[in-house]
């Protein structure tokens, strides 16, 4: 098995279980973490705040179940579904905030992480804004077509 999953199958580990700061000794000092809408975090100081805490924050029974990791040198593929149900207030890492719907939420999500020298330097996190807007009450759900 390669570092890199290593790494990542740890990191899903401890992120599960919460340790803020052993799945933070996971990635490197200057991270980037990108995902849909533009949103951008730089650096593990923000990341622990911007996207850690304020997604258990948002969901503390969240979880992270994984469907498949795939492993090619420096860069892991992970295929999964994030679970939680929104009871605290959820903070996107732009400021922006959307108070407890108390609803549940349960959608697939894709990242591709690079880890250099056994850390995680970047994430690029994919999955559908309105399926999730949708599943937390936000949203209305779409219609349906009649075939």
Same mark, same amino acid.
């Given at each position: 098995m390669s570092v890199a999953k290593r790494v990542l199958e740890e990191a899903i580990e401890l992120w599960n279980s919460g340790d803020r700061e052993g799945w933070a000794a996971l990635y490197d000092e200057n991270v980037v973490w990108e995902a849909p809408g533009g949103a951008r975090i730089s650096g593990l100081g923000?990341?622990?705040?911007?996207?850690?805490?304020?997604?258990?924050? $948002?969901?503390?029974?969240r979880v992270s179940v994984v469907d498949s990791l795939f492993?090619?040198?420096?860069?892991?593929? =992970?295929? &999964?579904?994030?679970?939680?149900?929104?009871?605290?207030?959820?903070?996107?890492?732009?400021? $922006?905030?959307?108070?407890?719907?108390?609803?549940?939420?349960?959608?697939?999500?894709?990242?591709?992480?690079?880890? =250099?020298? &056994?850390?995680?330097a970047s994430i690029r996190l994919y999955y559908d804004q309105l399926e999730v807007l949708t599943q937390l009450g936000l949203m209305p759900a779409p219609a349906r077509a009649e075939v």
């Amino acid at each position: 098995m390669s570092v890199a999953k290593r790494v990542l199958e740890e990191a899903i580990e401890l992120w599960n279980s919460g340790d803020r700061e052993g799945w933070a000794a996971l990635y490197d000092e200057n991270v980037v973490w990108e995902a849909p809408g533009g949103a951008r975090i730089s650096g593990l100081g923000d990341l622990k705040v911007k996207y850690f805490d304020a997604l258990l924050e $948002a969901a503390p029974d969240r979880v992270s179940v994984v469907d498949s990791l795939f492993a090619e040198g420096d860069l892991v593929a =992970e295929e &999964g579904r994030y679970r939680g149900t929104h009871t605290g207030t959820w903070r996107n890492p732009d400021g $922006a905030e959307i108070p407890p719907t108390g609803q549940s939420v349960d959608f697939p999500f894709s990242a591709i992480f690079r880890v =250099e020298n &056994g850390k995680i330097a970047s994430i690029r996190l994919y999955y559908d804004q309105l399926e999730v807007l949708t599943q937390l009450g936000l949203m209305p759900a779409p219609a349906r077509a009649e075939v």
